[in-house]
T-cell receptor, first 109, second 117 residues
């Protein structure tokens, strides 16, 4: 069974701080995706990483895929209150997505 | 709008009642997925359609759960004899294709929050 473990589960920080969220698995995934989900809404895709060692940047967000394609990280620089939400990583498995439990981020002004 | 829509947004059911949840995917999207998201958890796969064919229902938790997509567009997830453990958010997602590069990107609806009392 393929599982994705995310850490930390909860994160509460002040505006302006940096943070990193981790997504780890014992299985190799062909791709990993990061989503952000706000209360009462469905997950919204932020990025897809496909190649081992790949780094993608989306404004203040930096995503990295591990060399072995088993883990990924999301780094946010100078967090803002608008970054508050549930961050989910998901791995592709035969077309379906396997999600981690998510990291609930709260950024206080 | 042009996104995935779901109805109802909220549903309260008494234990033992049947419920039907509707999903309108993005027009032209071939693939449709249902996920269940329990409180504090990530979404878990329930079932997958390619057009009207249900190709994977391995995630359905019991035979009380049934999904259909008779004309290859709108889909309905039905739960019979609801139990308290069925309380969750039910998410629908659609994609242009299932396995072809960027076309497999899944777009999620807002979900239906089901509470079984």
């Amino acid at each position: 069974t393929q599982l994705l473990e995310q850490s930390p589960q909860f994160l509460s920080i002040q505006e302006g701080e940096n943070l990193t969220v981790y997504c780890n698995s014992s299985s190799v995934f062909s791709s990993l995706q990061w989503y952000r989900q706000e209360p009462g809404e469905g997950p919204v895709l932020l990025v897809t990483v496909v190649t081992g060692g790949e780094v993608k940047k989306l404004k203040r967000l930096t995503f990295q895929f591990g060399d072995a394609r088993k883990d990924s990280s999301l780094h946010i620089t100078a967090a803002q209150p608008g970054d508050t939400g549930l961050y989910l990583c998901a791995g592709g498995s035969q077309g379906n997505l396997i999600f981690g439990k998510g990291t609930k981020l709260s950024v206080k002004p | 709008g042009a996104g995935v829509s779901q109805s109802p947004r909220y549903k309260v059911a008494k234990r033992g009642q049947d419920v039907a949840l509707r999903c309108d995917p993005i027009s032209g999207h071939v693939s449709l997925f249902w996920y269940q998201q329990a409180l504090g958890q990530g979404p878990e796969f329930l079932t997958y359609f390619q057009n009207e064919a249900q190709l994977d229902k391995s995630g359905l938790p019991s035979d009380r759960f049934f999904a259909e997509r008779p004309e290859g567009s709108v889909s309905t997830l039905k739960i019979q004899r609801t139990q308290q453990e069925d309380s969750a958010v039910y998410l629908c997602a659609s994609s242009l294709a299932r396995t072809s590069g960027s076309q497999k990107t899944q777009y999620f609806g807002p979900g239906t929050r089901l509470l079984v009392l």
